[in-house]
């Protein structure tokens, strides 16, 4: 988020994404939705998160394109499917829609991963906020981003409070599953407190008066946010009069 694409206005950055997820949504076939991939690739590069993007994007994304592919060419029977042993089957038409599938779900998930690696939870709530959006809204976004990071967090502390103690939490899928349930009390208890907490901190900062809000944190649109608006919208119509004619 240091770097001059991370700094740029979340709309830009937005717009961006969008522009690839319609291109890569109406678009036939699958060339040019993989070629998303190695794009956001470069683009993380010059954002300094390639590093991460590669991470999430092996850990998640990757493990569901594969099974896609497994199951569509090798389980799925179809009518062209060739038997190659027991249920394994070869199939070319599996193998067509396995790589339509696939492409878009390379597509669309690498243009979400990169947009929140260079977006702040803060820049976000700004932008919806100078756009109008209520501020009972944004918490509500704001609160489910976070919602998913601060529980893994959280369970890494109490995990860390339970191995102090001498309980056994690695090793065996039966030793995990037996330290995890003594966690879920403490987990579900922290969280209500932190709520309860999150309330206190909220009505301490005026959350629910009706006055004119103001922040201390300011983030201006730059020329480039301007530019980068006016490719989208033009390449966006281009796309449309192009599919429009063909």
Known sequence: MD????????????????????????????ALQYMVLPLILIISIFSRTAAHFLSAFM????????????????????????????????????LMTSLT???????????????????SVKDIIYALEKSGVSQKVTFVIASTIQLIPQMVNLSKTITDAQKSRGIETEGKMFVRLKAFVPMI????????????????????RAFS?????TSIYELK????????????????????????QS
């Open 185 to 204: 009390g403490p987990l579900v208890l922290s969280s209500i407190q932190q709520t309860e907490e999150r309330v206190l901190a909220l009505e301490s």
């Open 59 to 94: 850990k998640s994304i990757l493990i569901v394109v594969l099974f896609i592919f497994i199951i569509q060419v090798f389980i799925i029977v179809n009518d062209d499917s060739e038997k190659i042993w027991g249920f394994i089957h070869f199939s070319q038409m599996g």
């Open 101 to 119: 599938m696939t492409s878009k779900i390379v597509a669309i998930s690498s243009c979400i991963i990169w947009f929140f690696q260079v977006t």
């Open 209 to 213: 008066s009706k006055a004119k809000k």
């Open 3 to 30: 770097s001059q694409i991370g700094k740029l206005y979340p709309s830009s950055k937005l717009a961006f994404i969008i522009l690839i997820i319609l291109l890569s949504m109406f678009t036939p076939g699958y």
């Open 221 to 244: 649109k730059q020329p480039a946010d301007y530019m980068i608006m006016t490719f989208c919208v033009v390449i966006l119509i281009g796309y449309i009069v192009w599919r429009i």
